[in-house]
């Protein structure tokens, strides 16, 4: 929004958006009784004001997405979960891989939110073993978001990948990336109650 700074609208005041020097860079504080779950987010100055946007406050650490991780050879490691990772597809044909280590019989839960929070992607959730084998893959779960649960039958490391189509649908069918492909991957190693 022109011109800069900014002011934020909350639907809680647990939630403080402060604009910083720099354009497009703002500072956030969530006090510790801020309810968990997706919060509606509007910018505006004098001239006008965003449609609503969605802002997640999350019970797992959060953590941020680091490329390169495009293949499952530079997938980045995870040392320690539960995680969620805060990620972007960054450019069309974009993949992001992070590496887990599972001990055999140990769950890996893996729920991405990307539609669900206004990002313009159909995403898809693929697991590889340590040998680049796809095990595992959804693509979409609850909603055009995918959702995996998976019981490693074997110890070693785990490479969970994601790529995603352009929603609403496009007449060029490749992987989609850009500004407005963002991510939220909360990881986490079971256990998964299914009913």
């Known amino acids: 929004i022109e011109p800069w700074p900014l002011q934020v609208w909350t639907d809680s005041p647990a939630l403080s958006f402060k604009a910083g020097e720099?354009?497009?860079?703002?500072?956030?504080?969530?006090?510790?009784?801020?309810?968990?779950?997706?919060h509606l987010v509007r910018f505006y100055?004098?001239?006008?004001?965003?449609?609503?946007?969605?802002?997640?406050?999350?019970p797992l650490a959060e953590s941020e997405e680091k490329e390169p991780n495009d293949s499952a050879d530079k997938a980045q490691l995870l040392e320690k979960l539960p995680v969620t990772i805060n990620g972007r597809l960054e450019k069309k044909g974009d993949a992001d891989s992070f590496g887990v280590n599972l001990k055999a019989g140990q769950w890996l839960i893996a729920s991405l939110d990307a539609y669900s929070i206004d990002a313009p992607m159909d995403a898809v959730l693929q697991l590889l073993d340590a040998h680049g084998t796809k095990i595992a893959l959804n693509h979409d779960g609850r909603s055009l978001d995918p959702f995996l649960a998976f019981q490693a039958q074997e110890t070693g490391r785990y490479i969970v990948q994601l790529f995603a189509f352009a929603y609403p649908p496009q007449a060029d069918i490749q992987f989609t990336g850009g500004n407005a492909a963002v991510y939220r991957l909360p990881l986490s190693a079971g256990p998964f109650a299914q009913y």
């Open 45 to 58: 100055n004098q001239d006008g004001a965003t449609a609503p946007r969605c802002f997640v406050v999350g």
């Open 22 to 38: 720099a354009k497009g860079k703002l500072t956030v504080q969530i006090a510790t009784n801020a309810p968990l779950g997706p």
